[in-house]
């Protein structure tokens, strides 16, 4: 499903330019990329504990499973 909306003249050239240094295939990548990068956000979640978490230990278990 995919929706319009309006922008200025000025805002389509400006996303225009920042779609080709991109690369982004579209203007919904387009702006996709920039919302997750602003929100601090990944855009793919796997990996991202890497180097944040430790193994688990034996007092980690719980005592009845």
Known sequence: MS???????RNLKLLEKLKSQ????????LI??????KLGLEGDMFGVDR??????????RMEDR
């Open 3 to 9: 929706t319009t909306i309006q922008v200025k003249k």
């Open 22 to 29: 991109i690369g982004a295939r579209s203007y919904d990548e």
């Open 32 to 37: 996709e990329k920039l919302v997750l990068e």
């Open 51 to 60: 180097g944040k978490i430790s193994s688990f230990s034996e007092k980690d």
